[in-house]
């Protein structure tokens, strides 16, 4: 089987012979539209990069890659042309993942026992990080005002008491799809400035923002923000490179490097493969002219989605994301038979969504969907979650 | 460029453009034969097999490896194939290298000023989890005893005091090659059951043993034994896939296991790519044949290493190696000029080695050579070797 890498879109019998996680943790008969990765081949210069060194170099000694091959370089390439946000080399540090990022960057940075601030519904992670952590978790809800979903900057100014001492924010928010502005990043910034917290910013989805918005990330407002706060970011989402495990976690301070080091040395992390720092290397350098051409899909994706339900699934309450390739679908007002909306979605519909409650109790009567597939997939999950509603009250009885 | 697999052995052209640290670190006038990775292309078995995922498959969501496949399954495998012994595949844990286990083992299973007991000389990580977690040096030489590397369990026994909670063991032993027999490793388990230390056992080098030794996993000895041991091992030193970053965590019993998490939850460890699981999977059902290969040509170089050493240098001292393909040279007789026998050899022979002192103070009129090379650049390194310490009585003029 050989799979071109233009045009992007797989068929459905490729999709199901992959062996990621995405087609397999359900059975076949379930279509699936759950974890963050997306159902496309990648971009030909990250394809390229990786199968030089596999299949010409086939050198799997011990990495070495300096000067501009190396993942601080594209790091300080890629924030500088797409933020004008220039980096200092020596404050990024490997991992192998955002959510090992955020565990690390959250034990390194506080102690157990302190409250560490969330805007939920939130990407499960950041309630495990939370609770494996022995923190305490600091609850700030995001407001639907009916229209959108809204930061309640009051309402974090109230929760923060003064044992909270980390911000554990996401940008743009996974599920909701929020990019924030940049009046309301600095209020989030000014009041961690006030509050002395820590801010641990997950910008994973900084890559995948729609017109009319733009992901600014928030150490660019100003040094003293910058000072206190840790960045998680990848090429990972963007580029569709999950398996690779390549992330960056960048200091916005020698001081909060060295805070962290003192608690987790950097061995405790271990380090990404050559393949994944290659491919990384490639995407921050190469990738945009690919990424382009996937925001346009997936943009097409995301009204087609919200039209869909608009028209065919009204009781459903949904805000289009400003970015991220997930739609977050409150199911309350459908009043579903069954568990909840995820358990009647798998067993009526054979649908697999990201299951709501796993966000936090806010989000039980919701799912989240990924939509970074194909039509065909997409008019497939669709369009039995439509059937299943329409047979709703009938199973119901 | 294209490499063929096999024959395994490249030239010094080939290998002079290789991306990897061995062939970087050093300015391109000297011959290296530092860091622990071998100058041959990998067994076919593994190079097919990521060749599948890379080429074929081109699939970087996010991995799920079951059955067989899995990294657990095939751990299980190799140590049941290579040892009989029976593992239970839910007490293993992925790391992406053998350093990273041993950090996180020690921080894991101990706490700060903790008496950690080792084995000088010693591979320097193990100095450097020591330090930079800030736990206490606790030094039990190996003893030269003429004719080889003894382990000294008495001196053991004594250094063992009560603030002594874990043993850091390197079997086989890096940099002096020893690979300890089953009446050594008794009386090391049975100390460590008698003061109630943790075993942290590195047997990333158990698949390189020569004629007439044997490679026994200290945790096979006893159930009390194993249920007090963590074994850090990998495919990665046997079959050369160090950039791939994927090596195992292996808790003896459930009750360490649990210890372990509740200090360091799994998320904060990450995770290896597909890549380096591929690969690893396809080394521990299938790489053996070449290995033993591999294992002729690494034992010929060794005994070429010793014949050499006697027969144009013999101020060296040299016990060759049980195991591992790393040569330690005691260069103390030769009472060479300069810094220490690295700096001399580096600066008169061209000749890039791991420096002796790295390995504790024990190791600094000491070099370790790397013979997983070819036989050209074996001859290279040795003959420089040879001239330069010809010269040396009128460079010490």
Known sequence: MTIT?????????????????????????????????????????????????????????????????????AFAHRMNDRYGWAIDQDLVLNVTGTVQGMFVSTMGLSEPGDGVLIQTPIYPPFLMTIEKSGRRLVENPLRDTGSGWELDIEGMRAAADAGTKVLLFCNPHNPTGRVYTREELQAVGDLAVERDLVIISDEVHADLIYSGHKHIPIATLSPEIAARTVTLTAASKGFNLAALRCSVIYFGSQALRERFRRVLPDYVLGSSSVVGIDATVAAWYHGQPWLDEVLKKLEANRDYVAQFIKDQMPGIRHHPPQGTYLSWLNCEDLGLPGESPYHFFLEEAKVGFNQGGDFGPL???????????????????????????????????
């Open 5 to 73: 890498t233009e045009p992007f879109e797989m068929s459905l019998a490729a999709l199901r012979a992959r062996r990621g996680n995405k087609w397999n943790r359900y059975p076949a008969d379930v279509m699936p539209a759950w974890v963050a990765d997306m159902d496309f081949t990648i971009a030909e210069p990250i394809q390229r990069a990786i199968e030089k060194l596999i299949v010409e170099e086939r050198d799997y000694g011990y990495g070495y890659r300096a000067g501009e091959n190396s993942l601080p370089a």
């Open 363 to 397: 989000g039980k009567n919701s799912v989240r969907l990924n939509f970074a597939t194909s039509r065909e997939v997409l008019d497939e999950v669709l369009g039995r979650m439509a059937d299943a509603i329409e047979r709703a009250p009938a199973l119901a009885r």
